[in-house]
C-alpha cells in the first residue's frame, strides 16, 4: 500500500509553466513506475505521462514536447514539468503507482487568460 499526495497545482496563464509533485510513501520499494493522469472538467480521466525502470518515459500525444516526466528516488517524488501550458490542459492532475489502486487527491490546473 502507498499513499500519494500530489501539490504544486495552480492558476496559469497561457504558454506558462508549473511543476507538479507526487509524494509517495509506505511501500515503495516495490514501485517499478508511475502514470500521471488528468481529469479535465466534465470529462473522464486520461493518462499523460508514465515513467518507469530506469527513466523510460512515454507521453499523451496531445504534451508530447510540452510537458516532462521524472522522478527523484532519494525523495520519493515524481514530477510533472509542464510548459506551454493552454486552456485545454485545465484539469485535475493525479498520480498513480503502477500495481497499486490508490489515487491522492489530486491537484488542480487552471490554464486562463
Known amino acids: 500500500q502507498v499513499q500519494i499526495v500530489e501539490s504544486g497545482g495552480g492558476l496559469v496563464q497561457p504558454g506558462g509553466s508549473l511543476r507538479l509533485s507526487c509524494s509517495v510513501s509506505?511501500?515503495?520499494?516495490?514501485?517499478?513506475?508511475i502514470d500521471w493522469y488528468r481529469r479535465p472538467p466534465g470529462k473522464e480521466r486520461e493518462l499523460v505521462a508514465s515513467?518507469?525502470?530506469?527513466?523510460?518515459?512515454n507521453y499523451a500525444d496531445s504534451i508530447k514536447d510540452r510537458f516532462a516526466i521524472s522522478r527523484d528516488p532519494t525523495k520519493n517524488t515524481f514530477y510533472l514539468q509542464m510548459n506551454v501550458l493552454k486552456p485545454e490542459d485545465t484539469a485535475v492532475y493525479y498520480c498513480?503507482?503502477?500495481?497499486?489502486?490508490?489515487w491522492g487527491q489530486g491537484t488542480q490546473v487552471i490554464v486562463s487568460s
Open positions: 498513480r503507482v503502477w500495481g497499486s489502486t490508490d
Open positions: 515513467i518507469w525502470g530506469r527513466g523510460a518515459t
Open positions: 509506505g511501500n515503495v520499494s516495490s514501485i517499478s513506475g
